[in-house]
């Protein structure tokens, strides 16, 4: 059972380390940054909203958006509005974990909180993320549960 929470977190881990990898690689962050980002709306730096659902200034997306039934590959997340969570599937191994996300900007922390393969209580995964109408992506920050890691860092979940 520890071993799913484990990696119950290292998805969730995965997820947030996805989520800040996408957020540092041009998802809108420093509006100083004329370096090629996803501005195609033609506006300057007036902080106007170039990306349809991005509700915050720092480009990652709206932390409202969150909540939702997300999937990538085995992996299924239920963010609850919330912020709670419950994930299931198999990354190496199968989990079935529970938790609570805190969101701090574009940085959500996962905390399990219980089930088959979750991480310790004490094993906070911190993520960057990327949240859109339709993808969420995780980026690690630092977890030191490697199987949350395992099944979020650079992950890419689908909207259901």
């Known amino acids: 059972m520890g071993n799913v929470l484990r990696v119950l977190l290292a998805v969730i881990f995965v997820l947030t380390i996805s989520l800040a990898a996408f957020t540092a690689c ?35 997306g709206s932390a409202d958006l969150l909540p939702g039934t997300w999937t990538a590959g085995e992996i299924t997340m239920v963010i609850a509005d919330d912020l709670t969570y419950h994930t299931t599937g198999s990354a190496q191994m199968n989990y079935d974990v529970n938790g609570v996300i805190v969101v701090d900007g574009c940085t959500a922390s996962f905390t399990d909180t219980g ?31 490697a199987g949350r890691a395992l099944g979020l860092n650079g992950t890419e979940f689908q909207r259901q």
């Open 115 to 145: 089930g088959e393969g979750a991480c310790p209580v004490a094993q906070v995964g911190v993520y960057d993320f990327v949240v859109t109408a339709t993808t969420l992506t995780t980026t690690l920050v630092s977890d030191a549960c």
């Open 26 to 60: 041009d998802c809108g962050g420093d509006d100083d940054d004329d370096s090629g980002g996803d501005d195609d709306s033609g506006d300057d730096d007036a902080g106007a909203d170039d990306d349809a659902g991005d509700d915050d200034a720092s480009g990652c």
